[in-house]
């Protein structure tokens, strides 16, 4: 059916899960029509580069918020350094989705914008950075988190976001650089998770059964306690019954001593099920989501600190902030290529001047737009 419905696009929008980026991509080829996709590249895709080429298409990887817009600021940032001779020394990237600042109103600093599940499933991922050359492996991202002061935008937490070194090459970055990509979360985020990877809550293969127990009975059951659910948590985790942490978990529900309103699933599938009710977005609530980028550069004489910015705000009663800053590129980009602005072939990044510039351009008619700064940090003697 697929191959069927890609033999009559002109283009194919590739919205489908990264499980079936691969055979999307090769039923493309073969069909010589173009792909686009907002998912981090499989490396069997980037792979298809000459496959893509001599079939005269693209495969544009990477588009949407982050990874995305974030290529394509960093890039551009990138290339302007390189023409006025600069060396990168450093280069930290950050994107978020959040709730908007005035409607951050939980304990937990956050709600859903996209798949919860998959949030939760990705914070059991490992991650990289790059620190002077040397790759830093996050085997658990949250022992690597930090407190990050971003100017214009405020104090956050920050963890690894995936790998980063297959994007040096691309970049065009040196050996000895500094490189980290890192997701924002609300200051308290991290230890929240931290915590409930303790209490094997982020668990999304064991399938247990919930029928006929409660709520505070699970809890309980969790850390094989006689105690009552608050008490025998506090008590597994050293902390005091009034922390915070168990605030979160009493303000979810998890304590009540009610029956437990799913059936069977495994531990986040229930975190997730109290979670989305009380920390999904009402119409009237206003998401965001961040991309900032701080790069550290060495001109002859002197140093300084490029940064750029972008807040997307989402629209009360209409589209998110994440569905407009994932969406939009797409929709851009396709028309690009469709009127044939956009003449590149193979399986690429949007990092080339002639895919970010029209592409950046057309976003900030959407209110899409990098605010730049730039100080210097030092003069060179």
């Known amino acids: 059916m697929l191959d069927k419905m890609v033999s009559e696009a002109d283009l194919v929008v590739n919205f489908i899960p990264p499980a079936f980026q691969v055979e999307s991509a090769k039923i493309c080829i073969k069909h010589k029509k173009h792909m686009i996709h907002t998912d981090f590249a499989i490396p069997e895709v980037t792979a298809m580069d000459e496959e893509a080429k001599k079939a005269d298409v693209i495969i544009l990887n990477e588009i949407g918020e982050d990874p995305g817009i974030d290529h394509m600021g960093i890039k551009k940032s990138l290339d302007e350094i390189k023409r006025k001779g600069g060396k990168v020394v450093s280069l930290d990237s950050y994107g978020a989705g959040l709730p908007s600042f005035e409607d951050n109103r939980n304990p937990f600093g956050y709600k859903f914008s996209w798949n919860p599940r998959g949030l939760m499933k990705s914070a059991m991922a490992s991650g990289e950075y790059i620190k002077e050359g040397k790759i830093i492996e996050a085997i658990n991202l949250f022992d690597h988190f ?195 602005k956009i003449k590149k072939r193979g399986s690429v990044l949007p990092i080339y001047p002639e895919i970010y510039n029209p592409v950046l351009e057309e976003l900030e008619e959407f209110g899409i737009k990098f605010n730049h700064r730039r100080r210097i940090l030092e003069y060179i003697k």
Not at 170 to 184: E, I, Q, T, W
């Open 146 to 340: 930090r407190v990050v002061d971003l100017e214009g935008l405020g104090t956050f937490e920050t963890y690894p976001n995936r790998e980063c070194a297959v994007y040096k090459e691309p970049y065009g970055l040196d050996d000895n650089v500094s490189f980290y990509r890192g997701l924002l979360r609300f200051t308290g985020w991290c230890n929240t998770i931290r915590k409930f990877m303790k209490l094997n809550m982020l668990d999304y293969e064991t399938v247990n059964s919930f029928k006929n127990k409660t709520y505070d009975e699970f809890m309980s059951h969790l850390v094989s306690s006689s105690e009552s659910g608050a008490e025998a948590i506090a008590n597994y985790l050293n902390l005091e019954i009034k922390d915070d942490f168990i605030n979160k978990l009493r303000w979810l529900g998890f304590f009540e001593d009610k029956q437990i309103t799913i059936d069977k699933g495994s531990n986040v599938d229930l975190l997730v099920d109290l979670m989305l009710k009380k920390m999904s977005y009402q119409s009237h609530e206003k998401d965001m989501a961040i991309i900032h980028d701080d790069i550290i550069v060495d001109f002859s004489d002197k140093r300084e600190k490029w940064s750029s910015t972008v807040v997307v705000n989402g629209i009360p009663e209409g589209d998110s902030a994440m569905a407009r800053a994932v969406s939009l590129p797409v929709a851009i980009a396709t028309r690009f290529i469709l009127e044939g």
